[in-house]
């Protein structure tokens, strides 16, 4: 963990001062407001479920409480046709059988439809019936009336027998219908049989069984309202633990064939395994008629209830972050963009470059930052100032210098005597002497030029090659120079004696200290570059270190190593046309030589003026 620490601070220290700001503002913001995502995340989640929990089991109690009410009016109805005097008195009329009268089996008919039709009228969602012996002539009619025989045919007539011998009412499952009906399908009804009991002829007793039903799709409707998550289910027992209904058949079903399903009390919500999965149970009785409610809720899908608030959460967690984020980028480039623009000129300067855009930032803020940049802005037109005090310093020293150097020289006496030399030459037809007496001549001529620093680049090529031509005699014809200037930069100007060194270097460490070195190729190309033109001069000859690059261009050679000194080259270049213009290398050794030289593209009379 303090390894972790220490890289971390390693890390932070080794940032740049916008990140970090933009870390120390974002960091400890987005983890408060994580921290207190998670507790509120914590909070609502635990108040959601205890208020589903609330809900689910308030549904659930809701339901119960109204299948009491069909279940205690089921009762009811049957209690109702049991005491009714008029139903009494006609079972226990004598011969209450089919071998009577049609018409006084119809008025017995017509005064039990009656009875029966008051009953009913009042409580239309259930169907009330009577068996009657189906020698009646009114046994089929299927409203009212049901023949006997249809009870005896079920398989469980003997239990339902014994149930009701023993003063005990019970419900069975059914799936009649009446002979009137226009439907096709059957529907499932719970029924409640009873009996009705009177006394017949000489005591003997009659009994007849009575039911009150209801469909099924009633108490699924409940079922269905009281299973609020709807992946779980819900169903019914009867007082004997029978399957009543449930709010999903399939689902009942499928679990009830994999089995577990519990059929006795459980507490509220507690979890159970069973082979569909875990799920937490609810049990409530109704204690009255012995019925039993279940409630099977699925443990993944109660756990799910919490994601619509993690989501919530996050979207608003994600929200605040970016929201931090933004602003603490905008507020860590707002304080550190001066800073950045201060550190880029500081760079700039260092590089030589003096000339910088002026800083946009608000001086009016009058903060720590503004003074530091307005002492710098004051610090760096001071350098700069002088910096040009010091070059029209130089560039004195440097033209009284060269002026001092061709006042040694008196041109036209050297002029003279080499164009004797080249006419005694010639005289005697030594073709070779005449030659060397004219590139000679030449080359003071160019390099001289009256007294001037600046001529064209077509003369300062015309000097180069009178230099290879002497050297040329020295070396037996080893020295190649290709010259690939176009005509519109030879017409440029530049200040004289600034390619000839380069390529006296390239020959004195070519072919002069590298016996082995049998030929010396130089070419020396031009072109334009953004309103500057860059000179390349390539050699094919051992080359050079980095190290040994740097060191030219940081030290001033004497002549004897290698003429005007490269360093006091690239010196004259950016004294005269600025820190932008100058000397440049790519080398490397065994790979030979590059020099760049970078001057501005002016005409004579441009330069000419530039240098007064």
Same mark, same amino acid.
């Given at each position: 963990?303090?390894?972790?620490?220490?890289?971390?601070?390693?890390?932070?220290?080794?940032?740049?001062?916008?990140?970090?700001?933009?870390?120390?503002?974002?960091?400890?913001?987005?983890?408060?407001?994580?921290?207190?995502?998670?507790?509120?995340?914590?909070?609502?989640?635990?108040?959601?479920?205890? =208020?589903?929990?609330?809900? =689910?089991?308030?549904?659930?109690?809701?339901?119960?409480?109204?299948?009491?009410?069909?279940?205690?009016?089921?009762?009811?109805?049957?209690?109702?046709?049991?005491?009714?005097?008029?139903?009494?008195?006609?079972?226990?009329?004598?011969?209450?059988?089919?071998?009577?009268?049609?018409?006084?089996?119809?008025?017995?008919?017509? =005064?039990?439809?009656?009875?029966?039709?008051?009953?009913?009228?009042?409580?239309?969602?259930?169907?009330?019936?009577?068996?009657?012996?189906? /020698?009646?002539?009114?046994?089929?009619?299927?409203?009212?009336?049901?023949?006997?025989?249809?009870?005896?045919?079920?398989?469980?007539?003997?239990?339902?027998?014994?149930?009701?011998?023993?003063?005990?009412?019970?419900?069975?499952?059914?799936?009649?219908?009446?002979?009137?009906?226009?439907?096709?399908?059957?529907?499932?009804?719970?029924?409640?049989?009873?009996?009705?009991?009177?006394?017949?002829?000489?005591?003997?007793?009659?009994?007849?069984?009575?039911?009150?039903?209801?469909?099924?799709?009633?108490?699924?409707?409940?079922?269905?309202?009281?299973?609020?998550?709807?992946?779980?289910?819900?169903?019914?027992?009867?007082?004997?633990?029978?399957?009543?209904?449930?709010?999903?058949?399939?689902?009942?079903?499928?679990?009830?064939?994999?089995?577990?399903?519990?059929?006795?009390?459980?507490?509220?919500?507690?979890?159970?395994?069973?082979?569909? /999965?875990?799920?937490?149970?609810?049990?409530? /009785?109704?204690?009255?008629?012995?019925?039993?409610?279940?409630?099977?809720?699925?443990?993944?899908?109660?756990?799910?209830?919490?994601?619509?608030?993690?989501?919530?959460?996050?979207?608003?967690?994600?929200?605040?972050?970016?929201?931090?984020?933004?602003?603490?980028?905008?507020?860590?480039?707002?304080?550190?963009?001066?800073?950045?623009?201060?550190?880029?000129?500081?760079?700039?300067?260092?590089?030589?470059?003096?000339?910088?855009?002026?800083?946009?930032?608000?001086?009016?803020?009058?903060?720590?930052?503004?003074?530091?940049?307005?002492?710098?802005?004051?610090?760096?037109?001071?350098?700069?100032?002088?910096?040009?005090?010091?070059?029209?310093? /130089?560039?004195?020293?440097?033209?009284?210098?060269?002026?001092?150097?061709?006042?040694?020289?008196?041109?036209?006496?050297?002029?003279?005597?080499?164009?004797?030399?080249?006419?005694?030459?010639?005289?005697?037809?030594?073709?070779?002497?005449?030659?060397?007496?004219?590139?000679?001549?030449?080359?003071?001529?160019?390099?001289?030029?009256?007294?001037?620093?600046?001529?064209?680049?077509?003369?300062?090529?015309?000097?180069?090659?009178?230099?290879?031509?002497?050297?040329?005699?020295?070396?037996?014809?080893?020295?190649?120079?290709?010259?690939?200037?176009?005509?519109?930069?030879?017409?440029?100007?530049?200040?004289?004696?600034?390619?000839?060194?380069?390529?006296?270097?390239?020959?004195?460490?070519?072919?002069?200290?590298?016996?082995?070195?049998?030929?010396?190729?130089?070419?020396?190309?031009?072109?334009?570059?953004?309103?500057?033109?860059?000179?390349?001069?390539?050699?094919?000859?051992?080359?050079?270190?980095?190290?040994?690059?740097?060191?030219?261009?940081?030290?001033?050679?004497?002549?004897?190593?290698?003429?005007?000194?490269?360093?006091?080259?690239?010196?004259?270049?950016?004294?005269?046309?600025?820190?932008?213009?100058?000397?440049?290398?790519?080398?490397?050794?065994?790979?030979?030589?590059?020099?760049?030289?970078?001057?501005?593209?002016?005409?004579?009379?441009?330069?000419?003026?530039?240098?007064?």
């Amino acid at each position: 963990m303090k390894r972790v620490y220490h890289i971390l601070k390693e890390y932070f220290r080794a940032l740049p001062l916008k990140k970090k700001l933009f870390y120390s503002y974002s960091v400890p913001v987005v983890a408060i407001c994580m921290f207190s995502s998670a507790a509120s995340y914590l909070f609502f989640s635990g108040t959601y479920k205890r =208020q589903y929990r609330h809900i =689910q089991t308030q549904s659930c109690v809701q339901a119960a409480n109204f299948v009491s009410q069909y279940v205690g009016n089921m009762y009811y109805i049957s209690s109702l046709i049991e005491n009714s005097a008029v139903v009494t008195n006609i079972i226990s009329s004598p011969g209450l059988s089919g071998s009577r009268a049609i018409d006084e089996q119809y008025r017995e008919f017509w =005064q039990l439809n009656n009875e029966m039709l008051k009953i009913s009228v009042s409580n239309s969602i259930y169907r009330i019936g009577l068996y009657i012996p189906d /020698g009646l002539v009114y046994a089929e009619n299927d409203y009212y009336f049901y023949p006997e025989s249809t009870l005896k045919k079920r398989p469980d007539f003997l239990e339902i027998r014994r149930k009701l011998d023993a003063g005990k009412k019970t419900f069975i499952s059914l799936t009649e219908i009446a002979s009137y009906s226009p439907v096709i399908n059957r529907e499932e009804h719970i029924a409640l049989l009873g009996t009705v009991t009177s006394s017949g002829p000489q005591g003997v007793k009659q009994q007849f069984i009575t039911k009150v039903e209801i469909p099924v799709s009633e108490l699924e409707k409940i079922l269905q309202k009281a299973n609020t998550m709807g992946k779980g289910i819900v169903y019914l027992l009867d007082n004997d633990g029978r399957f009543v209904a449930s709010s999903d058949a399939a689902e009942y079903e499928r679990l009830h064939k994999e089995g577990g399903l519990p059929s006795v009390r459980t507490g509220l919500w507690e979890p159970r395994k069973l082979p569909g /999965g875990e799920y937490y149970t609810l049990w409530y /009785g109704i204690q009255k008629y012995g019925w039993q409610l279940f409630c099977l809720v699925p443990a993944s899908e109660y756990r799910k209830q919490g994601s619509f608030i993690v989501a919530v959460i996050l979207l608003i967690l994600v929200l605040l972050s970016a929201a931090v984020f933004a602003v603490s980028y905008t507020l860590s480039s707002f304080y550190t963009r001066r800073l950045t623009a201060l550190s880029r000129n500081m760079n700039e300067l260092g590089s030589g470059r003096f000339k910088m855009p002026a800083f946009s930032g608000s001086p009016q803020s009058g903060d720590e930052i503004d003074g530091i940049y307005r002492n710098f802005n004051r610090m760096s037109e001071e350098l700069q100032r002088l910096m040009e005090e010091h070059y029209r310093q /130089g560039k004195s020293v440097v033209t009284a210098e060269l002026r001092a150097l061709q006042s040694q020289i008196n041109p036209h006496f050297l002029y003279n005597t080499l164009d004797l030399i080249n006419w005694e030459a010639m005289k005697y037809k030594a073709e070779n002497i005449a030659g060397i007496a004219q590139s000679l001549g030449q080359f003071y001529r160019l390099s001289l030029n009256h007294g001037k620093a600046a001529l064209l680049i077509k003369d300062e090529l015309r000097h180069v090659e009178a230099y290879v031509r002497i050297e040329n005699v020295h070396f037996d014809g080893a020295v190649h120079l290709e010259i690939v200037v176009p005509e519109e930069i030879q017409s440029c100007a530049c200040l004289g004696i600034i390619l000839q060194p380069f390529v006296e270097n390239a020959i004195i460490h070519g072919v002069a200290e590298h016996p082995e070195i049998k030929e010396c190729t130089v070419c020396i190309s031009a072109e334009f570059d953004s309103g500057a033109i860059v000179f390349d001069i390539r050699d094919n000859g051992p080359g050079m270190s980095y190290d040994r690059q740097k060191q030219i261009l940081d030290n001033s050679f004497s002549s004897s190593e290698g003429g005007y000194g490269i360093q006091n080259i690239n010196s004259r270049l950016k004294l005269c046309y600025g820190g932008e213009y100058g000397v440049t290398f790519d080398s490397a050794p065994g790979r030979g030589t590059t020099v760049h030289i970078r001057i501005p593209a002016l005409k004579l009379e441009q330069l000419e003026k530039q240098l007064q």
